[in-house]
């Protein structure tokens, strides 16, 4: 008898340890599926903002700027999504590291707008939009929310208004919101300042 009790134990000790393992594992692949998006999750993004923005809007809007090539990714399935395919002006975003790159942008076709982590020169192109129509500004993600509310102040100084500026990004940290700096439109909202996009780590 004593030997089927201590069979009995070992049995439920292995299934309790076998459960640990599988429960924590799947409670890491969930946590790990909360730090990262894929393709169809962008293309799930791209079809929800592109109706929540013309919704809102009432049309689309005239143009799309984003600071580089991440959220020219997002730029080009979100203006896929629009009414009118609206034309998107690319940034050159340079991260600032000790190992910058010596790069020699052209002043006149491209204006500088720095913060902590980017150089980002946009094209002076933008300035002739009409200042009466609808401008989105669009990222990949939204860590702080700083970026995008400079880039916003840099237009209005060169005398858009602020009211048809519109910032988008797919996912944002509760951090952004909490703070007030959440683009006006998002998709995702994230714990983890580690985020992850089919082309990398967000920056």
Do not use: C
Not at 25 to 43: C, K, M, P, Q, T
Not at 139 to 168: C, N, P, T, W, Y
């Amino acid at each position: 008898m004593t030997e089927i009790f201590n069979y009995a134990g070992f049995a439920v000790g292995l299934i309790g340890a076998v459960l640990t393992i599988y429960y924590a594992r799947r409670a890491n692949a969930i946590s790990e599926a909360r730090r990262r998006l894929g393709w169809s999750d962008l293309v799930a993004a791209s079809d929800d903002l592109a109706d929540r923005i013309t919704n809102e809007l009432g049309r689309s809007p005239a143009a799309i700027l984003t600071p580089g090539l991440r959220g020219a990714t997002i730029s080009n399935l979100l203006a896929r999504d629009l009414p009118g395919d609206p034309p998107t002006f690319v940034g050159i975003s340079i991260w600032i590291s000790p190992n910058e790159p010596a790069v020699q942008i052209n002043e006149r076709q491209y204006f500088k707008i720095d913060t902590e982590k980017w150089h980002v020169y946009v094209p002076r192109a933008v300035l002739d939009i009409p200042r009466d129509e609808d401008i989105l500004i669009v990222d990949d993600f939204a860590m702080s929310g700083d970026f995008q509310i400079k880039f916003k102040g840099e237009l209005v100084k060169r005398g858009f208004s602020a009211g048809k500026i519109h910032s988008v990004a797919v996912a944002v940290t509760k951090v952004a919101i909490a703070n007030h700096k959440a683009p006006d439109y998002y998709w995702f909202v994230t714990d983890a300042d580690e985020f992850y996009f089919p082309w990398g780590k967000a920056r």
